[in-house]
């Protein structure tokens, strides 16, 4: 059985919405956004998304039981504490010569791809239960969740340092924890 392409659209731009947040939030907290930071984020924002289903889908019913119970306690664990040290950040006031630590690099970025793609792992279980092939799926998704992650940071990057500054990175924070609330509440 196949998706029919618009139901693929709507679930990766649903999927995309998590990633997106959080690039707007780091764009935002970034002194500035280098192609690097940029293709990093969105690199890996849209490896996790595409690879999450996968997963979800070969796993199908042996794992589902454990998965449905605390994939969204993981999920919330990790983009509450993410959302921690931005309210930190945040209100820390940081000055503008005193480096961020770089949330696109190390132990932070694959947090916060693990965090943002949790919901695509249950997606793929889905798919696997109605019995769709999942290859053009992950990729579609893996696709949209990079093009957001993108458009993301740098909308983040110009009207964070422009109008926002710090209140974007504790909006960006509070739509973490909105985010991890829902998952929560969801299931």
């Not at 306690?73 to 990790?78: E, H, N, P, S």
């Not at 695509?120 to 093009?147: K, M, N, R």
Request: aromatic share 10%.
């Amino acid at each position: 059985m196949h998706a029919s392409v618009f139901n693929m659209l709507a679930i990766a731009v649903a999927l995309a919405m998590d990633a997106f947040a959080v690039a707007l939030a780091t764009g935002a907290g970034l002194a500035s956004v280098k192609p690097r930071q940029c293709f990093r984020l969105a690199w890996h924002f849209g490896f996790f998304q595409a690879l999450m289903p996968v997963v979800g889908w070969t796993g199908g019913l042996t794992i589902r039981a454990w998965v449905e119970h605390y994939a969204h306690w993981v999920a919330f664990a990790l983009l509450v504490f993410v959302a921690q040290g931005m309210f930190r950040s945040a209100a820390g006031g940081r000055e503008q010569n005193r480096p961020l630590k770089d949330p696109t690099r190390g132990m932070s970025l694959i947090m916060l791809s693990v965090a943002t793609s949790i919901d695509a792992l249950a997606v793929g279980f889905s798919l696997s239960l109605l019995e769709v092939a999942i290859w053009i799926p992950a990729l579609v998704i893996g696709i949209v969740a990079a093009a957001f992650t993108t458009l993301g940071i740098y909308l983040g990057a110009v009207f964070g340092r422009t109008i926002l500054g710090r209140w974007a990175e504790m909006a960006g924070a509070s739509v973490l924890v909105l985010i991890a609330i829902r998952m929560v509440l969801n299931h």
